[in-house]
């Protein structure tokens, strides 16, 4: 029996090195090529028809299109119009990562902390740019809750910062340990289908068939929740509080 | 841990960069122009249409706003009109009752002037029979002749003026 954490290892395809560093095409170069590929067909071919009243596939495109809108609308308002390009690659980026990691043997790369870290600190750093250009020095009052007491001011700035500064980690943690607790899960309960044989191993499917169900909504959920967590900070940063 | 393996985070990091660079730039010139165009167009349909609904709407209130005045105009000169021929008729027949009613009364007058001119005959012709009466039983009775208008004279006397 494998091991369960067998289907997170990664796998040079095709090896290259760019200045004695190792950046080889692996599994998941491939999965990420691909979930690129996806969110292009997805969104070109199904506004391929530029209909006026849309069929099934702009439909979808669509509504994905004004969901990402809509969350930037209601979280960071009307400045905020700017940062959809990026934050509707992020969204589909992360959903179309998460669902193709769904495919029997293939590799979700949203699953590897470093992935998730990467796309956290980008957003993080981002940011805080988006806020100091904006804002400048009066940028960092974000620090300092509004009507509370003078002498409080020493105790909650620390707060207020290490909250700020742990939210890259929470937020690339969370969806990373959400990704490959769902999958591990399933691939435990998949190993004691065939050992329970025929009068034991219908009860650990039956997890997976219910798993499987669950990991869709993971993979929506956990790509909306970090989608939603980036329009938050956009608006701090944007509104100050 | 295939997670912890410090020796795949280059190839990791170097191709999550590519390819979300890759789909920034795809999203940025490609997808959002296209969908952005073709729910603007939607929406400029609709405000259209809207639009044009809200002119026809105004077009046909206006349409029956003229009607109705049409309708009460044409209501109003009818009753008018009513009136005005109403009043010509009664006037007409007015003047050609009063000018029967005077040809009547003419005819009512040559009548009655008619009826007193036969009493009179009549009044005169028993006279002249009284007298004629009156003389022949006087000659009669004397055995003479007696003269007309003798006889005349004394019927007058006894009958009067009646």
Same mark, same amino acid.
């Given at each position: 029996?494998?091991?369960?954490?067998?289907?997170?290892?990664?796998?040079p395809?095709?090896p290259l090195?760019?200045?004695?560093?190792d950046v080889?095409?692996?599994?998941?170069?491939?999965?990420?090529?691909?979930?690129?590929?996806?969110?292009?067909?997805?969104?070109?071919?199904?506004?391929?028809?530029?209909?006026?009243?849309?069929?099934?596939?702009?439909?979808i495109?669509?509504l994905?299109?004004?969901?990402?809108?809509?969350?930037?609308?209601?979280?960071?308002?009307?400045?905020?119009?700017?940062?959809?390009?990026?934050?509707?690659?992020?969204?589909s980026f992360?959903?179309?990562?998460?669902?193709?990691?769904?495919?029997?043997?293939?590799?979700t790369?949203?699953?590897h902390?470093?992935?998730?870290?990467?796309?956290?600190i980008?957003?993080?750093?981002?940011?805080?740019?988006?806020?100091?250009?904006?804002?400048?020095?009066?940028?960092?009052?974000?620090?300092v809750?509004?009507?509370v007491?003078?002498?409080?001011?020493?105790?909650?700035v620390?707060?207020?910062?290490i909250?700020?500064?742990?939210?890259?980690i929470?937020?690339s943690?969370?969806?990373?340990?959400n990704?490959?607790?769902g999958h591990?899960?399933?691939?435990?309960f998949?190993g004691?289908?065939?050992?329970?044989?025929f009068?034991?191993?219908?009860?650990?499917?039956a997890?997976?068939?219910?798993?499987?169900?669950?990991?869709?909504?993971v993979?929506?959920?956990q790509?909306?929740?970090?989608?939603?967590?980036t329009?938050?900070?956009?608006?701090?940063?944007?509104?100050?509080? | 841990m295939?997670?912890?393996?410090v020796?795949?985070?280059?190839?990791?990091?170097?191709?999550?960069?590519?390819?979300?660079?890759?789909?920034?730039?795809?999203?940025?010139?490609v997808?959002?122009?296209?969908?952005?165009?073709?729910?603007?167009?939607?929406?400029?349909?609709?405000?259209d249409?809207?639009e044009?609904?809200a002119a #026809?709407? %105004? =077009?046909a209130?206006?349409? &029956? !706003?003229?009607?109705?005045k049409?309708?009460?105009?044409?209501r109003?000169? $009818?009753?008018?009109?009513?009136?005005?021929?109403?009043?010509?008729?009664?006037?007409?027949?007015?003047?050609?009752?009063?000018?029967?009613?005077?040809?009547?009364?003419?005819?009512i007058?040559?009548?009655?002037?008619?009826?007193?001119?036969?009493?009179?005959?009549?009044?005169?012709?028993?006279?002249? #029979?009284? %007298? =004629?009466?009156?003389?022949? &039983? !006087?000659?009669?009775?004397t055995?003479?002749?007696?003269?007309?208008?003798? $006889?005349?004279?004394?019927?007058?006397?006894?009958?009067?003026?009646r």
């Amino acid at each position: 029996m494998a091991s369960p954490l067998h289907q997170f290892e990664i796998t040079p395809l095709i090896p290259l090195h760019i200045g004695g560093v190792d950046v080889s095409f692996t599994n998941s170069s491939l999965l990420m090529v691909l979930a690129v590929a996806a969110v292009a067909i997805f969104f070109i071919r199904g506004m391929s028809g530029r209909a006026l009243v849309p069929g099934r596939w702009q439909s979808i495109a669509e509504l994905t299109y004004d969901f990402v809108g809509g969350m930037i609308r209601e979280n960071v308002g009307h400045e905020g119009r700017k940062y959809f390009p990026f934050v509707l690659t992020l969204f589909s980026f992360i959903l179309f990562g998460n669902l193709l990691g769904l495919l029997p043997y293939s590799f979700t790369f949203t699953s590897h902390i470093v992935v998730t870290f990467a796309l956290a600190i980008t957003v993080f750093i981002g940011v805080t740019i988006v806020g100091i250009v904006l804002h400048g020095a009066h940028f960092f009052t974000l620090f300092v809750p509004s009507g509370v007491p003078k002498v409080m001011i020493p105790f909650l700035v620390p707060i207020e910062l290490i909250s700020y500064l742990s939210r890259p980690i929470s937020l690339s943690i969370r969806l990373f340990a959400n990704m490959m607790a769902g999958h591990t899960m399933m691939k435990v309960f998949a190993g004691f289908i065939i050992p329970l044989g025929f009068l034991g191993g219908w009860a650990p499917l039956a997890v997976d068939v219910a798993l499987t169900g669950f990991e869709f909504v993971v993979a929506f959920l956990q790509a909306y929740v970090f989608t939603l967590l980036t329009c938050l900070y956009l608006h701090d940063a944007v509104h100050l509080h | 841990m295939p997670q912890l393996n410090v020796a795949m985070f280059p190839t990791q990091l170097f191709w999550l960069a590519v390819c979300f660079v890759a789909l920034y730039l795809l999203v940025t010139y490609v997808i959002v122009p296209r969908v952005g165009t073709v729910l603007d167009e939607r929406q400029q349909r609709i405000d259209d249409n809207l639009e044009r609904a809200a002119a #026809l709407k %105004a =077009d046909a209130e206006a349409a &029956i !706003a003229t009607y109705e005045k049409a309708l009460t105009d044409a209501r109003v000169k $009818a009753q008018a009109h009513l009136r005005e021929k109403t009043a010509e008729l009664q006037a007409e027949a007015e003047a050609r009752s009063r000018a029967l009613s005077e040809r009547l009364a003419g005819e009512i007058k040559a009548g009655e002037a008619r009826v007193m001119e036969a009493r009179k005959a009549a009044v005169e012709g028993v006279r002249q #029979l009284a %007298a =004629d009466v009156a003389g022949d &039983i !006087a000659a009669r009775l004397t055995g003479g002749a007696v003269e007309s208008h003798l $006889a005349r004279s004394a019927v007058d006397s006894v009958m009067g003026s009646r």
